[in-house]
C-alpha cells in the first residue's frame, strides 16, 4: 500500500482518490504528528473530511485550539470540525481575532455554521470584503445563521444602518423572489453594485427607469439590463434617453479618455462610479497599437536622435515579475516608458532629452500635469488599494 508521502509529493499533484480512501484513523494519526510536513498534513485534515474517527475528535480539536499549531493547519481542521459545539466557547473568545493570519476569519465562519447569531454583524462585514476568499467565508457563516433561524430574523439582527448590513439585506431579498432595484440608489456604490449583479427582470429594470430617484441609479439599471439582455444597441437607446451621463475630468481630453475608459471601466471596482461602466459599453473603443512594435519604433526614434537607447523590454522583464501597460526603454540612466495604451510616452525625467524627438515623430508625451491628473471614481486594483488612480498609473501600470 501506498504511504501517505508518496501520495502527497513534493512536486505534481497528490492523489486525492487515494488519499479519500485512505484509512481515517492513519490519517488523523499522521496529521496529529508533529514531525510530518505541515502541508502534508493538511491536505490529510481535507480528506478526513466527513469520516473523522470519534476516538481522534478530542486530539484533533486540541490543536485547534492550540496556538503553537501552524495556522494553515488549525484552518482545515475548523473545516471539519466546525460542526462541534463544544468548540463554540473557544471561538468566542476575544482572543480569537489575535489569531495567526486567516485564522479569524475561519472562526467567525465556524461561529456562524454553529449558529452564534452574535456573529452576524462580522460576518456581514466578511461577507461584503472585496477580497473572493473572505467574502466566501462570511456568506458561509451567514447561510449557517440562515438554516437555523431564517433569514427575517438575521436581516432583523443587522439592521441597515452599515453598509454591508444593506448589501446583505439585498441579498435575501433576491433570495426571497423580491425586487432589489430600490438598493440602486444606495449611498455606498459597492451595496449597488452588488443589488444590480442580483437583477433578474429586465422588464421591471426598464420600468424603474422611469421611477429612478437619482440619474446614478438609473445608470445601475442600464448596467443589470446589459448584463441580462446583451443588447448594446438598447444600452445606447437607454444612455442616450438619461443625457448621456458622464464623470467629468478636468484636463482630460477624449484620446486620454477613451483609452482608460477602454481598459479599465469594464472591470473597475466596486465602488467606481457606475457612469464609467456605461460609457464603455455606450463608446467605439480606440485602436490599440502593436505593443512591441510600437516600443521598437520609440526605439527607433530615439537611436536616430543620438540617444542610444537600450533594447525595449515589457514592464514585466523591466520589474522581473508581473505585467502591465507599458515597455521600458532605458537610455542614459533613465527610463521612457512607452504605454500599450495608445501613442502615450513619459519618462519620470519630465525633461527627458526624447522628448522633443518623440513627439516630432508623432507620440505624445505626457508631461508632469497631465501625469499626474486623477480620474475621479474610477477605482482600479493596485498593489491591494480599490481607489482612484491617476494618469500615470493608468496608461502606465503594472503589478506584481
Not at 452564534?116 to 472585496?130: G, N, V, Y
Not at 432583523?156 to 433570495?175: H, K, S, T, V
Not at 453594485?193 to 426598464?206: C, G, I, N, S
Request: charged letters at 30%.
Amino acid at each position: 500500500m501506498a504511504t501517505i508521502d508518496t501520495l502527497i509529493p513534493e512536486r505534481g499533484a497528490h492523489d486525492t482518490a487515494a488519499l479519500h480512501a485512505y484509512d481515517p484513523d492513519t490519517l488523523a494519526g499522521y496529521v496529529l504528528d508533529d514531525g510530518n510536513a505541515w502541508w502534508r498534513r493538511r491536505v490529510c485534515v481535507r480528506a478526513l473530511a466527513g469520516r473523522v474517527p470519534a476516538a481522534r475528535i478530542p486530539a484533533l480539536l486540541d490543536r485547534i485550539r492550540d496556538g503553537e499549531e501552524t495556522a494553515e493547519v488549525r484552518i482545515a481542521l475548523l473545516g471539519i470540525l466546525s460542526d462541534r459545539p463544544e468548540l463554540l466557547p473557544w471561538l468566542r473568545h476575544e482572543d480569537r481575532r489575535g489569531e495567526s493570519y486567516g485564522l479569524p476569519e475561519a472562526v467567525l465562519e465556524a461561529r456562524g455554521l454553529l449558529g452564534d447569531r452574535t456573529a452576524a454583524p462580522e460576518l456581514a462585514t466578511l461577507a461584503f470584503s472585496p477580497w473572493w476568499h473572505r467574502q466566501r467565508l462570511g456568506e458561509a457563516g451567514l447561510e449557517g445563521l440562515i438554516e437555523r433561524y431564517g433569514a427575517e430574523a438575521i436581516v432583523a439582527d443587522l439592521g441597515e444602518d452599515r453598509p454591508e448590513d444593506r448589501a446583505f439585506a439585498a441579498w435575501m431579498r433576491y433570495r426571497a423572489g423580491g425586487d432589489v432595484t430600490p438598493y440602486f440608489a444606495d449611498p455606498d456604490r459597492s451595496v449597488a453594485y452588488a443589488a444590480h449583479e442580483l437583477a433578474t427582470d429586465p422588464d421591471r429594470l426598464r420600468a424603474y427607469l422611469d421611477e429612478a430617484p437619482t440619474t446614478e441609479a438609473a445608470v445601475w439599471a442600464v448596467h443589470a439590463l446589459h448584463r441580462i439582455t446583451e443588447d448594446t444597441e438598447e444600452t445606447r437607446r437607454l444612455d442616450e434617453r438619461l443625457g448621456r451621463p458622464r464623470v467629468q475630468v478636468h484636463g482630460l481630453d477624449e484620446e486620454l479618455r477613451r483609452a482608460i475608459v477602454h481598459e479599465y471601466a469594464p472591470g473597475c471596482q466596486r465602488p467606481s462610479d457606475p457612469r464609467w461602466r456605461l460609457e464603455a459599453l455606450c463608446t467605439e473603443p480606440p485602436a490599440r497599437p502593436d505593443p512591441a512594435g510600437q516600443a521598437a519604433r520609440v526605439a527607433a526614434v530615439m537611436d536616430g536622435a543620438g540617444l542610444a537607447p537600450k533594447p525595449p523590454v515589457s514592464c514585466g522583464e523591466h520589474n522581473q515579475q508581473g505585467d502591465g501597460t507599458y515597455h521600458v526603454i532605458e537610455c542614459d540612466g533613465e527610463d521612457v516608458l512607452v504605454s500599450t495604451l495608445g501613442r502615450f510616452v513619459m519618462s519620470h525625467d519630465h525633461d527627458h532629452a526624447a522628448r522633443i524627438p518623440l513627439e516630432r515623430a508623432g507620440f505624445r508625451w505626457i508631461d508632469q500635469e497631465t501625469a499626474d491628473r486623477e480620474v475621479t471614481d474610477l477605482c482600479v486594483y493596485y498593489f491591494g488599494d480599490r481607489g482612484s488612480r491617476d494618469v500615470d498609473t493608468l496608461l502606465f501600470y503594472w503589478q506584481d
